[in-house]
């Protein structure tokens, strides 16, 4: 690890201030993953701006029933609190499914958002790789790819995004609050990721330098559930996961939400499916044809397309499980 400087903010201003000054400089919130990466010589900053004293420790209700979550919350805070864990489950179920209690002492929302992939190539630096190093090429296409991405993919990269709390957001309609040097603005957690194109590098639509201040939740439209795959039962990274919300008029959905993690470089939002399942009886059938429908988009490569009949049937129990918590 090479040497850096350090400096720990007060104000966002004094953040953003910071980061303007130094070129090569990232924001540091519990480190869990940005500190892994500068030890394998993938991230190699010249500054440090620790981040978690900046006012964002908070967890708050609306007038409206939006709920707000500062950036510098922890992930363990948040999986405990009463109002994530009553009204937006799936959230809460994300966060203890996605690390140990260590880690989620540590790990911040914002960090969280941010987090970078974990395909090997990425992180091995004898390596070549365009999310890494632009233009040099994806060996994963041909190489070991059995854990990535097969939604969403380009011939320049095919990457997973890591995060479990990210796809739980997707499918509760997430808003990310950000401060830039043009102001705050709100961004559509759907927009606020982007897939690699030909640009893999680049994770998120953020300019250098912005700062996530906050997440904003709207009022649930009903129950919500998160169900992860992972290769082992202790702590993994999922080889495929869902998170889904439900609102049912007796036996129709009359609203849902869907989201499928570790099949692309981003958490995605099953749009498809969801259309799919509008306005119809919610029965076994009806759900397996929703997920079809939506995995019928997929492009496995030659070692990871065991992940279309994974999600098929990941997507199935949990709509079958919330109808049967509505019922």
Not at 57 to 70: A, C, K, R
Not at 182 to 192: D, Y
């Amino acid at each position: 690890m090479k040497q850096f400087a350090y400096a720990r903010a007060t104000q966002a201003a004094d953040a953003m201030r910071l980061q303007a000054g130094t070129l090569n400089s990232h924001y540091l919130g519990g480190g869990t993953n940005l500190v892994d990466l500068m030890k394998l010589g993938v991230a190699a900053p010249d500054l440090l701006i620790d981040v978690t004293a900046l006012p964002y420790d908070f967890v708050s209700e609306t007038d409206e029933g939006e709920l707000q979550i500062g950036a510098t919350v922890r992930n363990s805070v948040l999986a405990a609190h009463p109002q994530v864990r009553g009204r937006y489950p799936a959230l809460s179920q994300a966060l203890v499914a996605g690390a140990s209690g260590q880690l989620r002492n540590l790990a911040t929302v914002g960090g969280n958002l941010l987090q970078r992939t974990r395909c090997p190539y990425f992180q091995d630096v004898s390596k070549p790789c365009n999310k890494r190093d632009p233009h040099s090429g994806c060996p994963a296409r041909e190489g070991e790819h059995r854990n990535l991405a097969i939604l969403g993919a380009s011939e320049d990269c095919v990457a997973t995004h890591p995060s479990d709390m990210a796809v739980a957001l997707m499918a509760l309609d997430a808003v990310v609050h950000v401060q830039g040097a043009s102001g705050p603005r709100q961004v559509p957690l759907g927009e606020f990721y982007r897939l690699p194109g030909r640009e893999p590098h680049r994770d998120t639509t953020l300019r250098p330098g912005t700062l996530i201040t906050a997440v904003a939740l709207p009022p649930p439209i009903g129950p919500s559930r998160y169900r992860k795959a992972r290769e082992r039962a202790s702590y993994a990274f999922a080889i495929g996961s869902v998170a889904a919300a439900l609102a049912m008029d007796g036996d129709v959905v009359r609203d849902v939400r869907i989201a499928l993690g570790a099949v692309a470089a981003m958490p995605w939002r099953a749009r498809q499916a969801e259309d799919v399942l509008r306005g119809t009886r919610l029965d076994e059938s009806a759900a397996r044809a929703a997920a079809e429908t939506e995995l019928a988009q997929a492009h496995p490569l030659r070692d990871n397309g065991y992940k279309v009949p994974l999600l098929t049937e990941l997507v199935v129990q949990t709509l079958l499980e919330l109808r049967d918590l509505g019922a």
